[in-house]
Nanobody, 114 residues
Framework: QVHLVESGGGLVQPGGSLRLSCAASGSSLYIMGWYRQAPGQPRELVADITNSGRTNYADSVKDRFTISFESAIRTAYLQMTSLKPEDTAVYYC??????????WGKGTLVTVST
């Protein structure tokens, strides 16, 4: 069983920064990722990272967001900079086990607005 808890969301002005955290507990994970879902939109991949450190980003966030993983505390981070109003969404953490089972956190809301 895997338990994921996100934190770090909030209200930020355009051009600002936020760092999201996802703390994992339970079984080991092969990939951890961040997804987001804006109102009326499908959930989309933002970025993910494998346990070997390989990263993948959506084109819309490349050069603005950085995903990382601190193995000692089993926490994934999403550093978000140069935030835009279109980044407003609920951000979800996803963990995938080596066998392919996936698990989701409950999400954290990010609002980019003046």
């Amino acid at each position: 069983q895997v338990h994921l808890v996100e934190s770090g969301g909030g209200l930020v002005q355009p051009g600002g920064s936020l760092r999201l955290s996802c703390a994992a507990s339970g079984s080991s994970l092969y990939i951890m990722g961040w997804y987001r879902q804006a109102p009326g939109q499908p959930r989309e991949l933002v970025a993910d990272i494998t346990n070997s450190g390989r990263t993948n980003y959506a084109d819309s966030v490349k050069d603005r967001f950085t995903i990382s993983f601190e193995s000692a505390i089993r926490t994934a981070y999403l550093q978000m900079t140069s935030l835009k109003p279109e980044d407003t969404a609920v951000y979800y953490c996803k963990g995938i086990q080596p066998g392919g089972s996936s698990h989701w956190g409950k999400g954290t809301l990010v609002t980019v607005s003046t």
